[in-house]
């Protein structure tokens, strides 16, 4: 029943106020076309991090699993309309944890927003990473992080949800960084995300 209800109410929402995009569809469907999940987040939790992105005025983002490139679409456009840029994305293909220790040894200028949805059960060493890599005043959110509320069960030996709790307790540890989780419903179940912001 609910989730018939979060989907009607997801579709509303997404009429009225995000709209249809040819550039976001087409991403969706070369994913599902290379047999990738329906995980991508959905439109408006995408336009969400793409108005974050705007609000900070985020001109370097930093995506830890990116899959068929949805919500990378998302939040480049926020860059790409300060920028005019045609051209403001990089991708790097592999593991996240030996790609963040390359890309941290080119010592990268700051970056401005980090967007955590990759394997779960690295959620504690991506967050540590981003904290290496962001700004003083940086945005971190991370993707994932109520799992149908599992995330509560403390029992559970599921290795994502581990996964989160362990990441919650480095940020409830970490004197850095001001945090909090709020749960979603929508077209993509129950769920929720992490928004923490990194002391200037
Ligand atoms: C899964 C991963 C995601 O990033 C997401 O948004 C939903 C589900 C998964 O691995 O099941
Ligand atoms: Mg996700």
């Known amino acids: 029943m609910s989730q018939t209800l979060w989907t009607t109410v997801d579709h509303y929402l997404n009429a009225q106020l ?10 969706l469907t070369a994913s599902a076309e290379a047999g990738l999940p329906s995980i ?6 995408g336009k969400m991090l793409h108005l974050l992105a705007q609000a900070i005025g ?28 045609a051209a403001v994305a990089q991708v790097r293909i ?33 967050f540590a990473w981003a904290l290496k890599l962001i700004r003083p005043g940086g945005v971190i959110i991370v993707d994932n992080v ?12 599921d290795a994502n949800v581990l996964g989160v709790r362990r990441l919650l307790d480095l940020i409830a540890a970490e004197p850095r960084v001001s945090a909090t989780a709020v749960q979603t419903v929508g077209e993509k179940g129950h769920d929720g995300f ?5 002391a200037n």
Not at 18 to 27: I, N, R, S
Not at 146 to 157: M, N
């Open 146 to 157: 109520v799992r149908k509320g599992t995330v509560a069960d403390p029992a559970s030996q």
């Open 94 to 126: 592999g593991p996240g944890l030996d790609s963040l220790p390359k890309l941290a040894d080119e010592a990268p200028a700051p970056f401005d927003l980090v967007f955590i949805d990759a394997d779960k059960p690295s959620n504690a060493d991506y």
């Open 40 to 45: 991508a987040v959905a439109p408006n939790q």
């Open 194 to 198: 992490i928004m923490a912001v990194v």
């Open 58 to 85: 985020a001109r370097r983002i930093l995506e830890v699993g990116t899959r068929g490139g949805y919500s990378t679409v998302w939040l480049a456009r926020a860059n790409l309309d300060r920028a005019g840029l």
């Open 18 to 27: 995000v709209g249809d995009d040819p550039v976001l569809e087409a991403a």
